[in-house]
C-alpha cells in the first residue's frame, strides 16, 4: 500500500505537487518510486527559467526497470531544479515525499484545484 499525503495535489502521471506562496513543489509520489524500484538517475530537460506546458515533460528518471519521464502538473516557469538529486537520486527511494525535483511558479495557480487530492490518487491507483 503506497503512502499517499492528505495535504498534497496528484497528478494522473504520478507526480505530487506542494503549493509554497504560489509556487509548486513537484515530485513523484511513492507509487510512483515503488513501482520504478531503485531510481538511479535523474536527468533535466529544461533548466531553471524555462516555460513549461501543461503536462509537458521537464525530467526524466532512469532506475534499474525503465526511464520515465517528469511532467510539469500544470503551465508555468521553472524556478529551481534540485541539482543534489543528480548526485544522490537514491534519496527519492528513501523519501519520495521529501525529495523535489523542481519548483514551478505557476501560470494559474488557482489551477491546482483541478488537480486529484489524496482520495482522488488513491482511486486511481486503486487503494
Request: proline share 2%; glycine share 8%.
Amino acid at each position: 500500500m503506497s503512502n499517499i499525503p492528505d495535504d498534497l495535489k496528484y497528478t494522473a502521471e504520478h507526480e505530487w505537487i506542494r503549493m509554497e506562496d504560489g509556487v509548486a513543489i513537484v515530485g513523484i509520489t511513492d507509487y510512483a518510486q515503488d513501482a520504478l524500484t531503485d531510481i538511479v538517475w535523474i536527468e533535466f530537460l529544461a533548466d531553471e527559467g524555462d516555460a513549461v506546458e501543461d503536462n509537458g515533460s521537464f525530467a526524466s528518471v532512469e532506475s534499474v526497470k525503465s526511464v520515465s519521464d517528469i511532467y510539469a502538473p500544470l503551465a508555468g516557469t521553472i524556478v529551481a531544479l534540485n541539482h543534489d538529486l543528480q548526485d544522490a537520486p537514491e534519496v527519492i527511494n528513501e523519501d519520495a515525499y521529501g525529495s523535489w525535483i523542481a519548483k514551478i511558479e505557476l501560470d494559474d495557480a488557482g489551477a491546482v484545484d483541478g488537480l486529484l487530492d489524496a482520495a482522488g490518487y488513491a482511486a486511481l491507483i486503486g487503494e
